[in-house]
């Protein structure tokens, strides 16, 4: 359903009025008064339980989803993008009623969030209680409540940005004229400082290539594909890491959200960019990005057979390359399509053309002739040469699509939508938990189960399902009692397996001959996982020795704006005197933490006033440092006011487990007054102190 259903003439003054009048300033006033949130509920991204009571004034958005829901995934931007058109007067309220088990607990729900970037307050409606309270039917729900507190109508479904924006323009000439509608601020969340980020974040996928030696690996929440080698060294990084839809090379290419990939030759990699509803195509020889299917615009394929490369696609989730042609997952569409890279034969563009595979687009068990059969969300894909296998994730299924002519789709294990668990066995015993990602070598077709944390072992033949890894319980353990969280993908050369650990933020790699369990410990020696500060940019106002403004990029330039970093720090002003003088910096790590020896401390010191002027080169590149660090950078210091600013790329690990390893990218800024009242007096007395040390992971 994807209309916004109103209560009495609503929908007839949507459908009638672009301006406001009497008789339409009605419509959009509710009638049943919105629900109370229960008492006792877990809340996420606010520093207290939210009341309906406190939000009277804002016109506010339910949001009933379960996060494993790819329609509720779709509805996110639609949802950001109506809080950054009415800031003042909208509120949005995530409502979370878990589908599944796992995604019930308020930890994995903190998690998603902060994967989806959902800044809004969340409760956690686990047994259902909101969700009952408004007649809920299905995800994703929004229910639109006017500022008065009362409901005024429902969106079940997608593409949800227009019905509601086109309400809430009608609904704030009515509040501001009853004198109802409050534009105050109305700080809703936690505060907290952002948290450390790990050289990964949300690996959604790993694909490991014996003949060159190769792991590629979707660093999804960093929107960039890492190369390493096997043993985990960093070769190069595809994607500069920002969110968009950029084709070109290697460190300007931009991807939203990127999952699986295949190799199609050893110099050319396909990957599917979820968010831009778009298939990638990476030259490695090159060091090119190209964008081969989508327009970076999610669509609807419904009812049809082929479509031009050119148009847009809906979530592709997974790709598989087998005999020239490259399977896609379009998990946004329950159905798995075929990309032919040779020309579309309707057009003259060049662009190729994607025929379906399988599924009617109904989200349904249900096997049979291929295009008729139903899936669910698929998300993963491996092959045997004849057949694919695909992870049915909604359905906690594994599915059977047989490729030869006039195939049929059959079910391996799983039974149905809701019939979900974590049970070994055979046939319609087996019970998985929105299992993600699958692999196959030597007869065997290994499953990502996602969210029973475990990795399982079965056999298509039988249909006997076995638990190869993994207790079971969500954490980070290596060994033979191994624990995962949430583990999104999996790859399998030879004797190893390698595992995206999404929540865990690593990849793992496990032996199947001992089931032995080990974390790979990325080293990154030439710096590639972060820009060098050199490459930030800089800013208006930098000023080098010389005196006057530093060319962007120049030695003397301040680096990037201050949303390229984690964190900008403002300490407290400082009075020196004029003279030569120096600045210095400090450096400490949290207890229990070290330098990672494999990955260089970046430092960078400028000034943005000629007050203070920093003798180039005001930088330093330190290989395998020891903390607390001290390092001095020379200074001239004149009458006048500047601010000095450190910028730091440092990276540093758990002296335990020390494959988790962090990254910071910070500023730390000093305003500085020059003249008589300073610290100084004499001759190289003239100094600034900076002190700083990058946060722990919580509970460390």
């Known amino acids: 359903m994807r209309k916004l259903t109103f209560l009495a003439t609503a929908l007839a003054a949507l459908l009638g009025a672009i301006g406001f009048n009497p008789t339409a300033a009605q419509s959009f006033v509710g009638t049943t008064p919105a629900k109370e949130f229960p008492p006792g509920l877990d809340w996420i991204n606010t520093d207290r339980p939210l009341t309906m009571a406190e939000l009277r004034g804002k016109i506010v958005v339910l949001d009933f989803w379960t996060y494993g829901c790819i329609n509720c995934i779709h509805v996110i931007p639609d949802l950001k993008a109506l809080e950054a058109k009415y800031p003042d007067v909208l509120v949005v309220i995530g409502v979370h009623s878990a589908k599944f088990l796992n995604e019930a607990d308020t930890v994995n729900i903190g998690l998603v969030a902060e994967r989806y970037g959902r800044t809004e307050p969340i409760v956690n409606d686990a047994a259902f209680d909101v969700w009952r309270s408004y007649n809920v039917r299905a995800w994703p729900t929004l229910m639109l409540i006017d500022p008065e507190g009362n409901v005024l109508g429902r969106h079940e479904g997608e593409s949800a940005f227009g019905p509601l924006d086109a309400a809430i323009v009608g609904m704030i000439p009515v509040f501001d004229e009853r004198g109802t509608l409050d534009r105050t601020p109305l700080d809703l ?55 968009g839809l950029v084709d070109g090379a290697f460190e300007e290419a931009a991807f939203d959200w990127p999952h699986g990939m295949s190799l199609a030759s050893p110099t050319e990699l396909y990957v599917a960019d979820t968010g831009n509803h778009a298939i990638r195509l990476v030259d490695l020889a090159a060091r090119t990005v190209r964008t081969v299917a989508g327009t970076g615009e999610q669509a609807y394929m419904f009812n049809q057979s082929s479509v031009s490369a050119s148009s847009g696609l809906n979530s592709p989730w997974d790709v598989l390359w087998l005999d020239g042609q490259l399977y896609v997952a379009m998990a946004g569409q329950h159905q798995v399509w075929r990309y032919d890279p040779g020309s579309d034969p309707s057009s003259d563009t060049g662009w190729g053309a994607l025929y379906l595979v399988a599924g009617s687009g109904r989200e349904e068990l249900r096997d049979g002739a ?14 045997d040469g004849e057949a694919l296998f695909v992870a049915d994730s909604e ?11 006039g195939g049929q789709v059959s079910t391996v294990v799983g039974t149905g939508l809701f019939d979900f668990g974590d049970v070994d066995g055979v046939a319609d015993a087996v019970r998985l938990q929105h299992a993600q990602a699958v692999d ?54 030879g004797r190893l397996l390698y595992v995206a650990d999404t929540n865990n933020h690593l990849i793992r790699v496990a032996d199947l001959d001992s089931l032995q369990v080990r974390t790979l410990a990325l080293t990154d020696p030439g710096g590639l996982l972060v820009r060098p500060l050199a490459a930030l940019g800089s800013e208006a106002g930098a000023v080098g020795a010389g005196g006057g403004e530093a060319a ?13 970093f984690d964190e900008v720090v403002e300490l407290p002003g400082v009075a020196v005197a004029a003279g030569a003088g120096s600045v210095t910096l400090k450096l400490t790590v949290p207890d229990g933490y070290q330098a990672n020896d494999l990955a260089p401390l970046q430092v960078r010191v400028t000034s943005s006033g000629a007050a203070a002027l920093l003798a180039e080169p005001a930088s330093a590149t330190v290989s395998g440092p020891e903390y607390p660090l001290t390092l001095e950078f020379p200074a001239t210091f004149t009458e006048g006011e500047a601010a000095v600013s450190a910028d730091v790329v440092i990276y540093y690990c758990r002296k335990v487990a020390a494959e988790l390893c962090l990254i910071r990218q910070a500023r730390i800024v000093v305003p500085v007054s020059v003249g008589a009242g300073g610290t100084g007096g004499a001759p190289g007395a003239a100094a600034v102190a900076v002190a700083w040390q990058p946060p722990a992971l919580a509970g460390d």
């Open 189 to 243: 969340t936690a505060g907290e400082a952002t948290a450390p980020r790990t050289v990964l974040r949300f690996p959604e996928q790993v694909l490991a290539d014996a003949a060159g030696g190769r792991l590629f690996i979707a660093d999804s929440g960093n929107d960039r594909i890492v190369v390493t080698d096997l043993g985990g060294a960093v070769q190069d990084v595809i994607g500069g890491g920002a969110s």
């Open 370 to 383: 291929a295009t008729s059969a139903g899936l669910n969300q698929p998300t993963g894909l491996a092959t």
């Open 395 to 405: 359905a906690s299924a594994v599915r059977r699509i047989d490729l030869a002519p």
């Open 440 to 493: 196959y070598a030597d007869g065997a077709v290994y499953v990502a189960d996602t969210y029973n944390n475990k990795v399982k072992k079965l056999d298509p033949a039988t249909r006997e399902s076995v638990t190869l890894l993994g207790t079971g319980e969500a954490g980070w353990r290596d060994g033979a009692e191994a624990e995962f969280h949430e583990p999104g993908g999996l790859s399998v050369i």
């Open 552 to 564: 962007a990029g120049g030695a003397g330039g301040n680096a990037a704006a201050p949303e390229r």
